[in-house]
């Protein structure tokens, strides 16, 4: 569909004059519009949702099946409105990525290094490869979606119970991180591969179990997150190109836009907010998001 298109020119009965189809032109606006209108919606959710420990992914397929967005585009919609995330990551840490390009950015004696980035991401990504086709035939749908909310809650709640009055003994910055701490951490965003379960509240959560705290986590877990999602993405793609079409440009520019934008701002919000509070009000917006979605798509 591209938007824009008036539709065919037809002779106007009486005078001869040629004119535009009006019906035609107010369909296919309108079904422009409603296009837009969902990729400005689904950017906002990917933006707020995609580094926030609530499940990008989950909250995608929970609004899609609502809105009933489906199909090859909207596939390659959920691809390009994350990369626009994954783009506001890397410009928020951009110094650190800049440094992985020094020597020093590989020396693992002088802060956060690639070979922490490295501990935390590759064996996920090993492990991705092998499980994704199951994956995406039996986890992707709104029950076990509800199912990872929870679980991923009780994890966050368990991880902030087992800290509670040692917090001062947490590692408090992101450059006194271990390899063996990102290694664990990483062997903890398995659990972000179950739609629901969410990648920084897995990580997160594994911080705070292995001595790291909230803000140091999400920092590493924001910087370690930035390989696998683009591996991720550009497969999903490279897989997916031959169906896009040039009419689909215009919606995958505006999710991908909003997308940035909005997860932007929350990246900068959500470090802020874990320098003063702990993750539970998280656990429950997500054991009261399980609920609502097992009432509305199975009640």
């Known amino acids: 569909m591209t938007c824009g298109t008036v539709g065919p020119i ?15 032109a107010e369909k296919e606006l309108t079904t422009c519009m409603t296009e837009i209108l969902y990729a400005i919606i689904l950017g906002i959710v990917e933006g707020l949702t995609e580094f926030l420990p609530v499940s990008s992914t989950g909250h995608m397929i929970i609004v899609g099946h609502m809105i009933g967005f489906s199909g090859h585009l909207a596939k390659i919609f959920e691809i390009v409105i994350q ?3 994954i783009l506001s990551v890397l410009v928020i840490y951009r110094s650190r990525f800049l440094r992985f390009l020094t020597r020093d950015g590989w020396n693992p004696r002088k802060g956060l290094s690639g070979i922490h ?7 996920t990504m090993l492990f991705a490869l092998l499980v994704h086709s199951f994956i995406e035939k039996y986890l992707f749908s709104p029950f076990t979606v509800a199912v990872g909310l929870v679980l991923g809650a009780i994890l966050m709640m368990v991880a902030e119970h ?4 040692h917090e001062a003994e947490l590692v408090q910055d992101v450059d006194h991180i271990s390899v063996r701490q990102a290694l664990y951490i990483g062997f903890y965003q398995f659990l972000s591969l179950w739609p629901g379960f969410s990648r920084s509240g897995s990580t997160i959560s594994g911080a705070l179990m292995v001595g790291v705290n909230r803000k140091a ?12 999602m683009t591996a991720a993405c550009l497969y999903e793609l490279l897989k997916n190109l031959a169906l896009l079409s040039l009419g689909d440009l215009t919606i995958l520019a505006v999710g991908f836009i909003v997308a940035f934008i909005v997860a932007y701002v929350s990246v900068l919000w959500f470090i802020g907010f874990l320098n003063k509070s702990t ?4 656990a429950v917006y997500r054991i009261l998001l399980a609920i609502f979605s097992l009432w509305y798509f199975y009640l």
């Open 162 to 165: 087992r800290i509670k009055g």
């Open 279 to 282: 993750l539970s009000a998280f």
């Open 10 to 24: 037809r002779r106007y009965p009486g005078n001869g004059r040629m004119v535009p189809r009006f019906p035609a």
């Open 117 to 123: 980035i490295a501990a935390g991401c590759v064996p």
């Open 83 to 85: 990369l626009g995330a």
């Open 217 to 228: 986590g999400a920092d590493f877990t924001f910087i370690m997150a930035l390989p696998i």
